[in-house]
């Protein structure tokens, strides 16, 4: 993760966010930061790649504000901070992930997640620039500054959803003895149980139990992992298919299939792993019928004594941090 870079923004922050009807008007409206509160703002980016990104920003309070790397992406990020006010309709905005919680309580602007200059020059307009990110290492936002339009589609909401953060949500390591040989499964096809995730490195940004949501009447879907034999066609390996994943109503991931996922073995217990190459995709389909890219997966799994335990890791989408989902069955 790469430090904080704490831009310094001095007498040029005013000349950049400042808003002039004419030449000879050089007066600012002094806008405060709540009356901004609660509604919508989109941006547009273009990304070295050739992308067009949207960002989003939401600001709900003076506690809490949403991040949105790029609507196309359905992405939403959750995030503490505090402003402090540099002069006329400018801030500073120092955004913490749920785990830093306190250092945003005290203030400590050493331990922000990311720094963010705030320019309102009017209520239908802010601009933003990113001057510090200790979170995404994504290089395309940084000291790029981002005209961002009120929309007035989108009612105002100054009541945040809850950021789920149990502390009691740690993350696994599954490791494979040297001694396990390739081995066709001898597993079940099909296991139930329930799964945990985190959203960011180590659950930065959020961690909890995941659902895999209701089905078209209502009814609770049990999180379900599939396991399909495929010695017959490719020595020693499997396809697995992954729960459905409900992570927020844009973020709904359904079953999709991991192929070619090896198997081994070491006395009585089998493990599975995969590891995508680093420029393939999976590609799954979302509950609202389009798709989205599921980046940078691996997976690894351990069938010990019947319960089979199963990590996954992924990008989905644009989002720069990784989805985190831990699986243990109860047949």
Known sequence: MKKVIFAAFAFISVLIFSSCSNDEDTSVTDYDISEIYGWTYYGNITASSGNTLIPSIVIYNDERCDWNMSVNGMNNNQFYYYSVKNSEANYTLYWYSAENVSYCKSKDSSKASMVVQLGINSLDEVVILLTGDNLTGVSGMTNTRVPMTRQTNIGKNTTPSEIEYDEEVEDISIEIPSAAQASSWGGDSSYTGSFVYMVGDGGSLAKGSGTSGTDESGNEITPTVK???????????VTVTVPRFAYTEAMTIEPY?????????????????????SESTVTAEKADGTTININSLTLKGKLENGTLTL?????PGKMPFPIIQIFTSTN
Do not use: C, H, P, W
Request: hydrophobic share 25%; aromatic share 14%; glycine share 6%.
């Open 257 to 277: 299939d991991i192929e070619g996922v090896q198997v081994s073995k070491d006395g009585e217990t089998y493990y599975l792993s995969y590891e995508a190459a």
């Open 227 to 237: 396991i399909t034999d495929t010695s017959s066609t490719a020595a020693n390996t």
């Open 311 to 315: 990590r996954t890791s992924f990008y």
